[in-house]
């Protein structure tokens, strides 16, 4: 009988600490990216949402709790639309963790990072591609409340051709390839509409594609078009069908134009575009996810070990540290949607906002990288009414930092407080 009181008890507490109204309180407040920022605000928050902002400092409801961030300066929580939180390792190290880790410790990584990611101001991401189910688990774990970390959208593992970007057995001995997934390979119209459907069938959130080599690929063929047009199409048009947006990895001309003509939502790096690219993100209202932050992740591991990489990747790594940013310099006049992404597990979790610093370096305004990080990135995620913003009925979801970002983007780096749902964040 004790024990059950007890846990009556418990539930009794929880109930009331999930009704407490609480309070936040700062001289500026920018609600709407894209607008101009508020000056002395109170945001009431209820049960996770925001319920108001009221004008001046104001205590709200009786009881309310009040947390007054003084001078600082809030922000809605920030969003990384391009994720890898199952790893932090690349080159030969990323090959070696992947024969030697498991789903648990997968899982557990990915938890470790996301809480990186989260105290870094990021509360919300989309995971574009994880082998072994780990984050799908830890999407699952965070919205029931077992875990913390950011609100995920997750895209399962991520689809190619055979010996395409997204092929786990390359360089892989031949008698051991037998034991890695090879269920999101695809090579003709109709299995790549049956590799979409089975990432569906696993319950991911959004598809991601690869319609050209990567950086990454262990294998020596560069960067331009693997898939053909059918094949694209026809994983676009399954994803649509599903009711699933479709993320498309492409790095060459001719592959992001391909993806972009049969229908996708978002190119992610899109390192070589022409003319005919911006006319095409503009004709279908795609997104351009620039993914700039992986170039710190390259030096960084090459100033370790300048063999950190197989010869066939150091030669792409090579061009991408030399060419990364021009095709978002071109992107910015031509009046391409950009949504904030940084491919963090190439580089560093938890240094998400490294990626603002290059974006204002090529061609970006901070105004415009910050409603890229929350407005825009919100729509690409399909969550604009839920995130990206401070209104009523959204969630809680803010941030402050000691300075004005629209004056120095870099003071991102250095978040002071976090809220996700209306719970504060520890930062320690």
């Not at 470790?112 to 509360?123: D, S, Y």
């Not at 053909?228 to 134009?257: Q, R």
Request: net charge neutral; aromatic share 4%; hydrophobic share 45%.
């Amino acid at each position: 009988m004790r024990s059950i009181l007890a846990i009556f008890a418990l539930s009794c507490v929880a109930s009331a600490a999930l009704a407490q109204v609480t309070v936040v309180q700062a001289d500026r407040v920018l609600a709407e990216p894209g607008k101009a920022p508020r000056g002395v605000t109170s945001i009431v928050i209820e049960q996770g949402k925001i319920v108001a902002l009221l004008d001046g400092r104001q205590s709200g409801p009786a009881g309310a709790v009040v947390i007054d961030l003084g001078s600082k300066f809030v922000l809605p929580g920030l969003i990384d639309s391009h994720v890898h939180l199952d790893s932090d390792a690349g080159g030969q190290a990323a090959l070696i963790e992947r024969v030697t880790t498991s789903p648990g410790l997968d899982a557990l990584r990915a938890q470790w990072n996301g809480m990186k990611t989260l105290r870094a101001g990021f509360t919300t991401v989309r995971n574009l591609g994880d082998g072994s189910g780990a984050t799908l688990a830890l999407r699952d774990a965070v919205a029931a409340g077992w875990v913390q970390g950011p609100r995920i959208i997750d895209a399962g593992r991520s689809i190619s051709v055979t010996a395409g970007h997204m092929d786990g057995t390359l360089s892989v001995a031949e008698d051991l390839q037998s034991a890695i997934s090879q269920d999101n390979l695809c090579n003709s119209a109709e299995q790549c509409r049956e590799a979409v459907r089975k990432q569906i069938r696993r319950g991911v959130d959004v598809i991601k594609i690869a319609t050209t080599g990567g950086v990454n690929s262990r294998i020596g063929v560069g960067i331009g078009v693997q898939m053909f047009s059918d094949e694209a199409k026809a994983a676009v048009e399954t994803a649509h069908l599903h009711g699933k947006k479709i993320a498309v990895h492409a790095h060459g001309t001719e592959g992001i134009n391909l993806a972009l003509a049969a229908g996708a939502d978002s190119i992610e790096h899109g390192t070589v575009p022409n003319d005919e690219t911006f006319r095409l993100f503009k004709q279908y209202g795609a997104y351009y996810v620039p993914t700039l932050s992986t170039i710190n992740g390259y030096r960084e591991r090459l100033a370790k070990d300048p063999n950190a990489y197989p010869p066939a990747v150091l030669e792409k790594v090579l061009w991408r540290l030399e060419i990364t940013g021009k095709a978002l310099q071109r992107a910015v006049p031509a009046g391409v949607k950009i949504a904030f992404g940084t491919d963090a597990g190439v580089s560093k979790h938890g240094r998400n906002a490294d990626e603002f610093e290059l974006m204002v370096e090529h061609g970006m305004t901070p105004a415009t990288a910050i409603a890229a990080a929350t407005v825009n990135a919100a729509d690409l995620l399909g969550l604009k009414d839920e995130v990206g913003a401070l209104r009523a009925g959204m969630a809680a979801d803010l941030i402050a930092v000691d300075q004005d970002p629209l004056m120095d983007v870099k003071v991102l780096k250095n978040v002071a407080f976090v809220m996700k749902g209306g719970e504060v964040i520890k930062r320690d």
